[in-house]
Structure formats: structure tokens, C-alpha cells
């Protein structure tokens, strides 16, 4: 396999003469670039000419561009042992040890590392933080080829052959499976042009390395593409670039909380290509300096663990300085979701990884990014960015997420009339949008006033997500459950889906309300929403006590009398009883929403399960009816029933605007707070696995369709979904209804001629 031997660097001595120069030239210049700052002229007079010339081509892209920080690349699988005098220098210089004090060992072991979580899970949700795309990789050189700033075209073409039988056996096990590509000409497994940016595109493979000055200049990017390809796994989640800055870049990645299953994966991938490569002579390792790479900042582990979080606060004008300066500290890298010198997201989504290769052990890498991580959210929870800052915010989210109402609905003209305690109260109105730009709506309220406080914002945030025009009386919000003169109905008033043919039904309709007396979810303190639930706990004693009610309360909030354990909460969750854990929502933890969960949340549920309030949710509570039957006024009137009990309970009353209706924290939901739905199974027009043909049908009805399980689910196995109306604003709670069952009256007819 190859002639580890060949590739020298062969120079002339007035092109020798040159290099020599240059190096002491730009040791005056550029005396940042550690290559030409470590080398020393005493030391190469001292080597052999063969070595002399494989020294100057390690610092070849160093001296082409003095700019660069490092400066040199390693040749040969050797070069760091041949060169110990210059290398060692050059590590420590970059990677900040004493060599003379400190050995680098390999360790992928957490055992026994200080600080871990006592069942050593890396669990990024303890820390409070949503599942996050993760990727470790190493870097891997074969011992039995030069290195590739070294290679000719046919050692790159035949390396990439020997590993062809590696991934051949990769693809046989089931745990991994999975494909090979190439991009080199002629090669079995070579992809078109097209094939290979889509994947370059979905950053599974690596972009064209010839473009890199710093590549090219150390001869790492020759002979491209030949010798270049990328194995990819089955899932997706393990893949194996050949060909670039070393032999094979084997990284695992994956969306989630818990760091040890990336890192367990890789490990798992690298012992399995290692043992593969056994008979070619394993990878290359130094006794001194760890597994060999191309680039001494890699050196040692040739690992880099990084994670994808976003930081909003700490990007809030729109860069990453201040997020670096919280993460150097903390021995953390930032930067752009493309990688290095790339912008960070639009959503202030940036690549975070520890700066350590070198000196450190795979396992205390993937530790400090876990507690990195830590300290980084607690720096981005504690920043609290001034009102300009966050209006220049506003300004560039409605440049580049049009679609954002919040951001296109915030006049500077009318938030410059406003005192300043106005402003921070219309400012934390939009702060979900903001932290979110990719946002529809962008903005909750976070008092039952703020809706008259701030008309002129949520007016025109209103009329545009609903269609509406406020200016025009016959589009102001009337609330209004009676049925009569409703159009549309039977002439019996009866919304009896049994008389369409149907069979008994899945029907919920619910509604939300708040109470006058406390802030919306947005703003409450801790102490306010146990006291919330004190409160309505005495309004619940009394539904409990009445026979049409009965039932018990249940609390997740700790210490709470009624007070229900995780399996008795997850159990009502699964049952589609209980709401789930709202931290895990970018969104309502970005508007305040989701803070001190689980405290002051709660559920009641009478005696027939068909009644159900939830405490605590995005409203203060979420009164519902659920039924399966075909009559859906038994819902309907039920609900109502249920509401007026409540509402007549409530000391303070539950918060209205005399212009825009029932209060709600988002403004989708404001004016009835009403969302009425079914399940129906529509096994036809779902035919095809999804849901299209059903929308086609059902959205210029008015309807939204879902899967059964909510937003963002499937579709039913026998096809069955879900069907409501959209309309929440400038619409009766008797008009949902009613829009319903024309709806379905509708859907069944389509359904019945597909």
C-alpha cells in the first residue's frame, strides 16, 4: 500500500535560499505565525538535505501565507517524531502546554472525571436546554501512506481503493449499512456534480478543498477530486470523508440532549475502522504526541465535539463578539453554522465546541463542552440587552424574516410616543419574536391590559394574521354562543354528524381564559402562579362538590397537597389529558411563558373525564369539553356550561377587551379563545400516506388539519385527523362550531366521491 518514502520535496538550492530568507523575513513581519516564530536555522543546518527539504515543505503554507496562525502541516506519519525539536515548539506555542511538564494521553473513558452527573449522562436537558444538533469527529491518518500534503495522484487514488474494503464491510453490518460515494473520475461509486453539491449542501459531504489558499499551498489540496470520497451510514448519523486535510475525517452527529450517545457512537465507529485497517498498518500515532493529523492544532485527539445552540441575547446585534468573549474564557470555540468564518445563524444559532485537542483526552473534551454548555446558558440567561439593542433587532428581523408579524407590525413612530416603562412592556411583548425571528406571530401579551395599553401594535398584528380589517364594523369581534340564526345550521339546530352518515366521533372543544387579578403567563413570577393555582384550587373545591362535576385536581407543582408523581403525570400526558412540559418550547421559554415549570401547573378533571382545565399553560387556564359521540352540541353546551360555573367563580373575573374580545396570550388565539375540533378517519383522500389531498380540501373551507396526536404529528394509521376551524377573531364561538360541521359536511362529501 503506497511508499510511505515517496513525495519528497525536492528543491533547488536558489529556491532553498529563497525559503530561508523568507522565513527570516517574516519572522520580523508576521511574528503571529508560530511556524516561521519556531523554526530555527541552527536546527535545520543540523539535519540532513533530505530532511532539510521535507522540513521546509511542512512549512510551505506557512511561508506562502504569512498571515496564517499555525503555518506548517505535517508530511509524513513520522514528521512529528523526526522533527521534535520544531514540533514541540510549535505545539506548545499553539496549544499553550509545557511539554516538559505535560503528556498528551488518549482516554475516551468518563470514569472517574470530576464533576459528572453521578449517572455520568451528558444530559444537555438538565441544563434546561431543548435537543440540540451535535457532532463529534476525529481525525485519522493511515501509517502506510504519506500524509496528504505529501501525496502524488496515484497514492490518493489507491488509499482511496484499500479504504473502498473497509467500507465494504462497514456497509455489511447491519449497525451501520449504509453507501460509499466518490468523486473521483471513474471511480465504481462516482457521483454527478449535482449529487455531490446536495450533499455538500446537507453537511454530509466536504466542499472543494482546491478553493482553500492555505490547502493548496501545503499541497493537501492537489490532484482534486481524485482520492476523494464519503461513506455514509444508513441513518445518516456516522460519516467517513476521505481525501481531505487527513486520510479519514470519521464523525458521528445527531439531534438530541445526551452528548454520550454522539460520543459513544464515534468511539464505537472508530474502534470498527480501526480494526479494519489493522492489516494496512493501523493508524497513525506518535508516543509522544497522540494520533497523527496533517494540522498540529488537531494533534492528539484529532477531535473536535461541537453542539449548535442558539444564543439570542448574546448575538443581539447580530454577531458573534460577544458571545466569544463569554466562551474564550470557558475554553470554548465559537463559530458560524458553516464553519470557521462563517456568519452564525439569523436566529443567533452558532457552532460551539471546546478549543482543546491537544494535551487532553477524548473524554474530558466532550466534559468541558457539556459544562461549556452550562456556563454558556447561564451567561445568555442573565443578559439583558437595552431597548436600542433589541429595536435594532426588530429592524433587521423585519428585513430578513418578512414574514414575522411582530417584527412588521412594530411602528418606531408610535414606540417613541409611548413613557419608557411602556416601552419595556411593549418591548417584552415582542421578546419571543425576537429571540426567534423565524416566528409567524412573533409576540405574546404578557398583562390582560396590554391589548388596549397597546392597540395600535395589536391591532395591526391582529388584522394581519387574522385577514382581518378592524377599521370595518362588521369585522369588530362579537362573542356569542347561541346557535340561533346561525347560518348554515339545521333547520332542528341539531350538529348531529351521525345524519351525515358518520359514526360516533372524537369532538373537543375548549377555550382560554385568564383572570384579571394576575399577570398572563408571560410575566407571572413564581409566587404568582402557585398563588393562581391557591386560587383556583377554591374554585375547583367547588366543582368537585357539585354532581354534574365531581372529579379531583392533580398538581405538578412540588410540595403542592395534590401534588401527582413524574409516571402519574406522564400517564395523563400519554392520555392526552394533561399538557406537556412547555420548557422544552423555544418559543413560550423565550417569552416567559414556560419559566418556573414546573410550579402553579396543574390539571382538573371531573368525575367522567370529559371536563378537563388545565392550570398554568399558555393561558392561565384551558377549559375544555371532550366527548366521542356524533351530537357535538353536547360538547358545545357543555363547555359553555362549564365556563359560566367557572368564570361565575373566579373572584376578579376572568380578562376581556371591549374591543378585541376574550383576552389570550397569543394573539392567534385571541377574541373567542376557541379551538373545536373532531377526528375523522378519511381513509381515502389519505390514501397516499399524508394529508395533502385533505387540505386541498379542507383550507379554502377555512379548516386546519393535523394529525391526531396535535401540530406537527402524522396522520392516523387508518387515516384518520384532525379537523378545525381557523378562525379564532371576528368570529362566534356558535360560528366555530357551526364552520365545523359545514366543514366536515364538505370534507365527507369529497371523501365519499374519492
Request: charge should be negative; glycine fraction near 8%.
Amino acid at each position: 500500500m503506497g511508499n510511505a518514502s515517496s513525495g519528497m520535496y525536492n528543491l533547488g538550492p536558489e529556491d532553498i535560499e529563497n525559503y530561508l530568507a523568507k522565513i527570516e523575513e517574516l519572522k520580523v513581519t508576521h511574528p503571529d505565525n508560530i511556524a516561521v516564530a519556531c523554526f530555527s536555522r541552527e536546527y535545520y543546518d543540523g539535519l540532513e538535505p533530505n530532511l532539510q527539504n521535507r522540513l521546509l515543505k511542512c512549512l510551505a503554507s506557512g511561508i506562502v501565507n504569512p498571515e496564517s496562525s499555525m503555518g506548517c502541516y505535517a508530511n509524513h506519519p513520522d514528521d512529528y517524531d523526526t522533527f521534535t525539536p520544531f514540533f514541540e515548539l510549535a505545539l506548545s506555542k499553539y496549544h499553550k502546554v509545557d511539554l516538559t511538564l505535560k503528556k498528551h494521553v488518549n482516554n475516551w473513558s468518563l470514569e472517574g472525571l470530576p464533576g459528572l452527573p453521578a449517572n455520568g449522562n451528558l444530559d444537555l436537558s438538565a441544563l434546561g436546554l431543548p435537543p440540540l444538533s451535535m457532532r463529534v469527529r476525529t481525525g485519522r491518518n493511515l501509517t502506510s501512506f504519506p500524509l496528504p500534503a505529501s501525496m502524488t495522484r496515484a497514492q490518493r487514488i489507491e488509499m482511496e481503493k484499500a479504504m473502498g474494503v473497509v467500507f465494504d464491510d462497514l456497509i455489511s453490518k447491519p449497525e451501520f449499512g449504509g453507501k460509499y460515494v466518490s468523486i473521483t473520475p471513474g471511480h465504481p461509486k462516482l457521483i454527478s456534480s449535482s449529487e455531490y453539491e446536495a450533499l455538500v449542501t446537507a453537511h454530509i459531504m466536504f466542499k472543494d478543498i482546491s478553493a482553500d489558499k492555505c490547502l493548496t499551498a501545503a499541497g493537501i489540496a492537489a490532484d482534486w477530486p481524485h482520492g476523494r470520497g464519503c461513506y455514509i451510514s444508513d441513518d445518516e448519523g456516522f460519516i467517513i470523508w476521505v481525501g481531505v486535510e487527513d486520510h479519514l475525517r470519521i464523525m458521528c452527529k445527531q439531534k438530541g440532549t445526551i452528548l454520550n450517545k454522539v460520543f459513544d457512537r464515534l468511539k464505537a465507529a472508530v474502534d470498527a475502522v480501526e480494526f479494519l485497517i489493522e492489516s494496512y498498518g493501523g493508524f497513525a500515532k506518535s508516543a509522544d504526541f497522540g494520533y497523527v493529523t496533517s494540522c498540529p492544532t488537531n494533534i492528539g485527539t484529532g477531535m473536535r465535539a461541537s453542539v449548535h445552540i442558539a444564543l439570542p441575547k448574546l448575538t443581539i446585534d447580530g454577531t458573534a463578539a460577544t458571545a466569544k468573549a463569554v466562551a474564550k474564557p470557558l475554553g470554548l470555540s465559537v463559530r458560524g453554522l458553516g464553519g470557521e468564518n462563517t456568519p452564525i445563524g439569523p436566529d443567533g444559532t452558532a457552532d460551539i465546541s471546546p478549543s482543546a485537542r491537544f494535551c487532553i483526552s477524548e473524554a474530558e473534551i466532550v466534559t468541558a463542552l457539556y459544562f461549556g454548555l452550562k456556563n454558556l446558558k447561564t451567561a445568555e440567561d442573565a443578559t439583558i440587552p437595552t431597548i436600542d439593542q433589541l429595536v435594532q433587532k426588530i429592524l433587521k428581523i423585519s428585513e430578513v424574516f418578512p414574514d414575522n408579524i411582530m417584527a412588521s407590525s412594530l411602528d418606531l413612530g408610535y414606540l417613541n410616543t409611548l413613557e419608557d416603562e411602556q416601552q419595556i412592556r411593549l418591548i417584552k411583548c415582542c421578546m419571543s419574536g425576537i429571540l426567534n425571528p423565524n416566528s409567524q406571530m412573533g409576540c405574546y401579551a404578557n398583562y390582560p391590559r396590554d391589548y388596549d395599553d397597546f392597540e395600535p401594535f395589536f391591532k395591526v398584528a391582529l388584522e394581519k394574521f387574522h385577514k382581518v380589517s378592524l377599521s370595518e364594523p362588521e369585522q369588530s369581534h362579537v362573542n356569542n354562543w347561541s346557535l340561533e340564526g346561525v347560518e348554515g345550521l339545521p333547520e332542528n339546530g341539531l350538529i348531529d354528524f351521525g345524519a351525515l352518515g358518520l359514526p360516533p366521533l372524537s369532538m373537543r372543544v375548549r377555550v382560554g381564559r385568564n383572570l384579571n387579578k394576575f399577570p398572563l403567563p408571560a410575566s407571572m413570577t413564581k409566587k404568582d402562579r402557585t398563588e393562581l393555582e391557591a386560587a383556583m384550587c377554591t374554585v375547583f373545591d367547588k366543582l368537585i362538590s357539585m354532581p354534574q362535576f365531581g372529579g379531583e385536581y392533580n398538581s405538578i407543582t412540588t410540595g403542592h397537597p395534590q401534588y401527582i408523581s413524574p409516571a402519574q403525570y406522564n400517564r395523563l400526558v400519554e392520555e392526552h389529558i394533561m399538557f406537556k412540559d412547555m420548557s422544552a418550547d423555544t418559543y413560550l421559554t423565550a417569552a416567559g411563558i414556560a419559566a418556573d415549570w414546573p410550579s402553579g401547573r396543574g390539571c382538573y378533571i371531573s368525575s367522567d373525564k370529559q371536563l378537563i382545565i388545565w392550570v398554568g399553560e399558555k393561558d392561565h387556564l384551558q377549559i375544555m369539553c371532550m366527548k366521542k359521540s356524533t351530537i357535538l352540541n353536547e360538547v358545545f353546551d357543555r363547555l359553555k356550561s362549564a365556563v359560566d360555573v367557572v368564570e361565575g367563580l373566579i373572584d376578579g373575573g376572568c380578562a376581556k377587551s371591549s374591543k378585541f374580545g376574550v383576552v389570550t396570550s397569543c394573539p392567534t388565539n385571541v377574541g373567542t379563545g376557541m379551538r373545536a375540533s373532531v377526528h375523522i378517519p378519511l381513509p381515502k383522500l389519505t390514501s397516499d400516506g399524508s394529508d395533502i389531498k385533505v387540505k386541498a380540501v379542507a383550507n379554502p373551507l377555512g379548516l386546519s388539519v393535523r394529525g391526531p396526536g396535535g401540530k406537527h404529528t402524522d396522520i392516523g394509521a387508518d387515516g384518520t385527523v384532525d379537523i378545525s376551524p381557523s378562525a379564532r377573531f371576528c368570529i362566534s364561538e356558535a360560528q366555530i362550531v357551526t364552520a365545523l360541521y359545514v366543514g366536515i359536511q364538505r370534507l365527507k362529501d369529497a371523501e365519499d366521491r374519492a
